[in-house]
């Protein structure tokens, strides 16, 4: 597929992906890594063989908390969860892995509670179920990589800001948002997951290919753009780096800048709110609305969890930073 065939009219036209094709191996896990079928490849840490039930309980008692404790910060929450690529790519799964009836609940049950905290929180595992279901052309999330595609982060994105158009009723914004070009190919030269497979095989995994949104250069004031001119900012994972693309698409469909903070998964959601909340961006220019986004998986994982190394931290340390800090 070339650029050419590309689709060039319209507001963000439907993206299509190809993915380099990858020859079925054995079953079997190796490591860290679980072999699936067609070139797939899952990490053995999500966990949907059954479900930890009080760690969900808690954990999500704690983002729940923290979403109260911005939202008394003047804030609208907005949760930009991101669904088990095991659970929804399960069709790819090794012969008889499924997931068990209480970890196919796992995002609905987070999603109810952070809800019931206020958090606006758009039901991304039922968008992507509905979109690979219409266009199943549209590959969400890389066969050999932990995150979404560029055409996944555009899915996400686009749900994400249609709800905040709807329901938060944010105020015109005097800049614009980011300007969008056709898509172009983008090549991912090996997954993440690539390294925990036996050294025989990994030359069966090849390089993928999916399709970003260019960015265009910004006209007028635009040009002259810096923090304090945003008020929408999102504070994430490396699902929304720039890489993927997620923060120009944000941008584009809530017709405003977006401010973006992320660090790797490694690091954990929840030091990572902490430091922008610390940060002299968030003193100077405190957003209208925050886009936290985190990961299914995680949610077995509280603030405290071994995992976390050395930004692990007691819940009740979590909760009373985050007031302490949006009170000032």
């Not at 590309?6 to 896990?29: D, K, S």
């Not at 490591?31 to 990490?43: A, C, K, M, S, Y």
């Not at 025989?200 to 001119?229: C, H, T």
């Amino acid at each position: 597929m070339t650029a050419a065939r590309l689709p060039r009219r319209g507001l963000l036209a439907a993206p299509l992906v190809a993915m380099a094709a990858a020859p079925a191996v054995a079953q079997q896990q190796s490591g860290l890594v679980q072999i699936g079928t067609q070139g797939w490849l899952f990490p053995v840490w999500d966990r949907i063989d059954g479900l930890d039930q009080a760690a969900l309980r808690d954990t999500v008692q704690v983002v729940s908390n923290a979403v109260t404790a911005l939202r008394g910060g003047r804030m609208d929450v907005v949760m930009c969860l991101v669904p088990s690529r095991k659970r929804l790519m399960q069709r790819f799964l090794a012969p008889g892995a499924r997931p068990s009836p209480e970890a196919a609940r796992r995002y609905s049950v987070t999603l109810e509670e952070v809800r019931r905290a206020g958090a606006l929180a758009p039901d991304l595992d039922a968008h992507f179920r509905e979109v690979m279901q219409r266009t199943p052309e549209r590959q969400l999330f890389w066969k050999t990589d932990t995150h979404w595609t560029p055409v996944g982060a555009e899915v996400a994105a686009i749900e994400v800001a249609r709800q905040m158009r709807e329901r938060l009723g944010l105020p015109r914004s005097d800049l614009p948002g980011t300007r969008l070009g056709d898509l172009r190919a983008m090549t991912l030269a090996a997954g993440d997951l690539t390294p925990y497979v036996g050294q025989a095989q990994r030359a069966s995994y090849g390089a993928e290919e999916s399709w970003i949104r260019q960015v265009l250069a910004p006209e007028g004031a635009a040009a002259l753009l810096d923090d304090d001119k945003t008020d929408v900012t999102i504070i994430g994972t490396s699902n929304v780096q720039p890489r993927f693309g997620f923060q120009p698409v944000l941008s584009n469909q809530v017709l405003r800048p977006v401010a973006l903070s992320w660090k790797p998964n490694s690091v954990g959601p929840y030091f990572t709110l902490l430091e922008y909340l610390k940060s002299e961006d968030f003193r100077r220019n405190r957003p209208r609305a925050l886009v936290w986004n985190l990961l299914e998986p995680d949610m077995v994982t509280s603030t405290n969890n071994p995992a976390w190394g050395q930004a692990a931290m007691a819940p009740t340390t979590f909760i009373s930073e985050i007031r302490r800090l949006v009170a000032a």
